[in-house]
């Protein structure tokens, strides 16, 4: 039987009310994440789409490396661009 070695996760999430709450995120909904992360027993790359203003669709962005425990180990903040760069060996 095989079994994945690492996830691939990419969404677009906001709030209903298009807020961009960063607190909010770690404390109601991240923990959501992980857990289901855990139950997968993989580690997976999670990456939210940031969208442009002018979509008004609300995205906010944020990237993550969560391993097989539900920990993240790496993370890119709601709302900025760039990129999470990772070790995954």
Do not use: C
Not at 34 to 58: F, K, S
């Amino acid at each position: 039987m095989l079994l994945p070695t690492w996830l691939l996760f990419p969404f677009a999430r906001n709030f209903a009310d298009y807020t961009l709450d960063q607190a909010r995120w770690d404390q109601d909904e991240m923990p959501e994440y992980a857990h289901r992360v855990q139950m997968a027993g993989v580690p997976t790359l999670m990456a939210n789409y940031l969208a442009v203003p002018e979509l008004e669709d609300g995205s906010f962005g944020g990237a993550w490396l969560v391993n097989k425990n539900g920990e993240i180990q790496a993370s890119l903040p709601l709302g900025e661009t760039g990129l999470l760069i990772v070790d995954l060996v």
